[in-house]
């Protein structure tokens, strides 16, 4: 049955194919016709060839309904392409490459090559030569008008004396002054051991405080920066540098895995303990904070060093402030933790300032905490300082003697470091620093070396350049327009009088 329906199928198909090319075979004009009878003879042609499809197709639905049916209808059976109209062709559009026709896209925008000559390459030489002595001498200026104080205090639990103040030895301190440069006042120190029997050393940690005492010959204009100098400390370690948890720092609620698996950045070194509990802050910087304690003022003494050239009057002190001294973008960078104080334990090296652990009261919000925040903006260089306090009020520090306590908790003896009280009141490029304005006068007077050179080499070892008489083809054509000249005078050369 399901042949016969086929071959059924196929004949009316063929027919109309058949009638369709008998029709197509045949002219569809002829001599006698006129152009009236033309038209109406193809309009009723392609009447009938749509009816012809339209029953065959009628059909052809007819077989497949009861081929369906009967339940032997094959998806080839099924091929309506048959009946789609021949004469319907699908116009691509033609996709152009070429592009728009702008001085941009074309390369017709003005261009000017400069001819290197070598007074251009002498000038350009000096002009840069005098921008660049003329920054570097600025910069050198601004950085020589700074005054800092650097006392190195990392020997001061083993060599200060402990019942009075001692003279710090010369290779611990460094005193520069712009206006009065001779002054070479020694400061002195003294190690005051702890009292508490409950604080121990542990781990290499520093114990006990460190009084250290200095002058200031004159008036230090605020604002006033005390810092903290550390050397021989590479905090670049790629293993070190990754070692935090951004996620805590923004105040979220991370988990112990989170903080030891998180992609690229994470706390895998140092993440919690044994429990399941997240170290906060988590990583290797944190737990390598600085943590020497410094005062929130400088006290102003009445004692006085034998070689003192300005005697100190007056004991007020002068107010020292931890804030203002993070940048302004880590006030976005840090957030207050939204973790629960009993699920998170201070890093090991917190202990100290943590001996019972994180409570309601005492759990550090990193998005007031200044300190830590310019801790955990990582330096690049081995040597490098940290703000720690600055000028509470905008006062100048008066001239006269002072004195400090720093808490010693921060060990650098193990690795050989070293840590410094540093004392500046800055500038607009920074703290004393000679190097960039060095750099940029030795370019300058490289530059002018180039320029003497190149001037030399132009007077006393220098041809013509750029003279277009010299190629060969342009002096043929000179030698040819002399003689042509010369015959026009009158003139003969020598073969024409031989002649």
Known sequence: MKGNEKTKRNSLLGSNDNKKSIRSSSP???????????????TNRAIENIALKGRALAEMFKINHE???????????????????DDVHVVKKIRRRRPKDTPFSQ?????FNAIWTPNI??????FFTFWFILFGGVLLTISRKVDEVIIYYEQCSTEAPTN???DIPNDYYSLYFYNNQSFNVTPQWKYIAPTDSDVVAGNGTEVGNCSIKFSIPYDMPHPVYINYLVENFYPNHRRYALSFSEDQLQGLNTTYDYVKTSHTINCKALPGTDEGKQYYPCGLIANAMFNDTFPMELSKTNDDFSNLEDESSGLDAYELTNKGISWSTDKKRYKKTQLNPDDIVPPPNWVNQYPDGYNETNLPDVSEWEEFQNWMRNP??????KLIRRNANNVDLSSGVYSINIGLNWPVTMY??????????????????NFLGTVYTIVGLICFALALIVT????????????TSLLSWKREELAKQQQEATMSRGDRPQHYLDL
């Open 380 to 385: 690049a260089f081995s040597k490098f300082s």
């Open 121 to 126: 390459v002498s000038c350009l030489y000096i």
């Open 107 to 111: 390369q017709r925008i003005p261009a």
């Open 67 to 85: 081929s369906k049916a009967h339940g032997t209808l094959d998806d080839d059976d099924v091929d309506a392409s048959e009946f789609e109209d």
């Open 164 to 166: 009075s103040y001692g």
């Open 416 to 433: 050989d470091g070293k840590k410094a009280l540093y004392i500046t009141h800055g500038s607009s490029i920074g703290g004393r620093n």
């Open 28 to 42: 569809t004009t002829k001599s006698g016709f006129n152009a009236a009878n033309s038209v109406s003879a193809t």
């Open 456 to 467: 030399v080499m132009r007077l006393f070892y220098g041809r013509r350049l750029g003279d």
